[in-house]
């Protein structure tokens, strides 16, 4: 059973560009959950996604970000208009219930870079 | 001072000492859980404490829990050099809360 995928594991954008950030949760997870980490910095939570649904998006900015989690494919977390604030580690966890109870098991990661 | 912050920093220890690291937190919780994170890389789950729970134990990690002073330790006996990562103790928010908050972490560096 592999772990969660995220890709890519590494991105660069010039400031102005668009990023898309791809995460696959483990098979059988039904919830995803997106988590920004700042350097030095503990993880952030930011948005939480069942398939076709946001259900919680209490913690992503309001301007410039935006997820979606499709019924078929990964879940996308996209930025639009990166600046050079928005360089972080961006990781997904997944999850087969929902609560604190079920472990969230995260992924690699994507660290971009705003240049 | 945010939800779960541990305490050190940073920690230096030789091969085959123990190490300990704390976390504080301010808010009541369900579970208090403790990862991993090697440098650049991905968060690896390590142990789940429930708050009714006062001690847990898996393989050289020990995990207490005190409610009444809102704070946890994990212990790592006997390190190893493959531990030298950072460590980060995680809390939910309560009422079933999915929403996991991460302190800054304790880097360690466990010397061989």
């Known amino acids: 059973n592999a772990g969660v995928m995220q890709n890519p594991r590494h991105l660069v954008r010039r400031r102005g560009q668009e990023a898309r950030l791809r995460c696959s949760p483990m098979?059988?997870?039904?919830?995803v959950y997106w988590y920004r980490q700042l350097p030095e910095e503990g993880l952030k939570f930011m948005v939480y996604l069942q398939k076709e649904n946001i259900i919680d998006e209490s913690g992503m900015p309001k301007e410039r970000f935006s997820a979606e989690f499709p019924k078929e494919g990964p879940s996308i977390l996209r930025i639009q208009q990166v600046v050079r604030g928005d360089s972080a580690a961006y990781f997904c966890?997944?999850?087969?219930?929902?609560?604190?109870?079920?472990?969230?098991?995260f992924g690699p990661g994507t660290r971009l870079t705003v240049t | 001072s945010q939800q779960g912050e541990e305490d050190p920093q940073a920690l230096s220890i030789q091969e085959g000492e123990n190490a300990t690291m704390n976390c504080s937190y301010k808010?009541?919780?369900?579970?208090l859980q403790w990862y991993r994170q090697n440098s650049g890389r991905g968060l690896v789950h390590l142990i789940l404490i429930r708050s009714n729970e006062r001690e847990k134990h898996s393989g050289r990690l020990r995990v207490t829990l005190d409610t009444s002073k809102k704070s946890s330790s994990l212990l790592i006996t006997a390190s190893r050099a493959a531990d030298t990562a950072s460590y980060f103790c995680a809390t939910d928010s309560g009422a079933g809360s999915y929403q996991l908050t991460f302190g800054k972490g304790t880097k360690l560096s466990v010397i061989p």
């Open positions: 098979k059988g997870h039904s919830h």
């Open positions: 966890a997944s999850s087969t219930m929902t609560g604190s109870t079920y472990e969230q098991y």
């Open positions: 808010t009541s919780i369900n579970n």
